[in-house]
């Protein structure tokens, strides 16, 4: 459904005005009945009648309210970076429903063992038996099946408002689930500070939660070995397959005014098949393909073709909030004392 969703349905998104919005209010009974399945669910989990499993180490949950693009999975490689340099290993659970986030964690962060699998306390107790002392949550605040110690909320700064559910909108719950979590972390790519700042701001009044700011940056370019490589120059061909591709395409035209660069998107978590490898080459024609780190992990087919890939790197940058967070990291039961100092290399 979620791919379905994020192809068809995109366009109606935030949309206020014209065909897009008059589609949006035809599916406002169908958010309703996701609103009423969410809310039953969530009830059976707050009365205890779904069971909730533990581990025998703090799990720090990193999750949002929307479908996609909100930055979990640099967030949760921060997280585990953040343990590494301090002497504690992390383990990385994700749902298994992208090749691409198991494969970028073991790129990021090659000391922290990865498990992915769709009932995430199968995948925590994995980690735990490979070494891990803290288990990170890539994408967990609706997975409640798993209990947590932190849980941590993203918020895009450019996700639209008001918070419409799915499928009229691209959220899972409504805003007012933000009660369960310990903490919110709005991020932005292409948005302002200030946007970003009035976001954050705007949770805090209204939630009493304490709030970050986070900037995903350009950091680097590099061709899909992953070897730092110069920035694309010329004609282009722009390939995605992520949940917000013109926040990608944005972050392109910042970093290289100007550029001629034809975009090519596919699906979110999309897995390239031999037949769109075939499909890229001859729509690049010779050009340069430029591509987020996501997709390049699925994309080393491309180099043996020839083609000349640009690979777009992003660093994740504090704005406000680090003390408080990295505050709540070092109090996790069991972290207290254990950690090491360590410095910001990430």
């Not at 110690?149 to 691209?170: C, I, Q």
């Amino acid at each position: 459904m979620r791919r379905a969703v994020e192809a068809g349905l995109g366009w109606v998104w935030g949309a206020s005005t014209g065909a897009a919005a008059a589609a949006g209010l035809a599916l406002a009974p169908l958010e309703q009945a996701f609103a009423l399945g969410a809310a039953v669910r969530n009830r059976r989990y707050d009365t205890g009648r779904l069971p909730v499993r533990s581990v025998e180490v703090p799990v720090v949950s990193v999750g949002n309210l929307a479908v996609g693009g909100s930055g979990k999975t640099p967030m949760a490689a921060w997280f585990a970076a953040w343990f590494l340099r301090r002497g504690v290993t992390p383990g990385v659970v994700t749902n298994g429903y992208g090749l691409d986030e198991v494969l970028l964690h073991r790129q990021w962060n090659p000391g922290a063992p990865v498990a992915a699998d769709a009932q995430r306390a199968r995948a925590a107790a994995a980690v735990v038996e490979r070494g891990a002392r803290v288990v990170i949550l890539d994408d967990g605040f609706q997975h409640r099946a798993l209990a947590r110690d932190l849980d941590l909320v993203l918020v895009a700064a450019e996700h639209p408002t008001p918070v419409r559910l799915l499928p009229r909108g691209p959220y899972r719950e409504p805003e007012r689930a933000l009660a369960r979590a310990k903490g919110v972390i709005v991020t932005r790519r292409i948005a302002s500070f200030r946007t970003g700042r009035r976001r954050a701001r705007a949770l805090e009044a209204a939630h009493g939660l304490r709030c970050a700011l986070v900037s995903l940056e350009f950091s680097q370019w590099s061709d899909l070995a992953g070897a730092p490589a110069a920035a694309p120059t010329g004609p282009a061909l722009l390939l995605s397959g992520i949940a917000r591709p013109l926040e990608f395409h944005g972050l392109l035209q910042r970093e290289i005014p100007g550029m001629d660069m034809e975009p090519m998107t596919f699906s979110d978590h999309h897995h390239y098949s031999a037949a769109d490898i075939a499909a890229i080459v001859r729509r690049a024609r010779g050009r340069q393909v430029v591509t987020t780190a996501k997709d390049a992990v699925k994309l080393q087919q491309l180099g043996e073709h020839g083609v000349d890939v640009r690979v777009l790197h992003l660093k994740v940058v504090f704005e406000r909030g680090r003390r408080w967070l990295e505050g709540a990291l070092s109090e996790l039961p069991g972290i207290a004392g254990m950690t090491r100092a360590g410095g910001n290399t990430r």
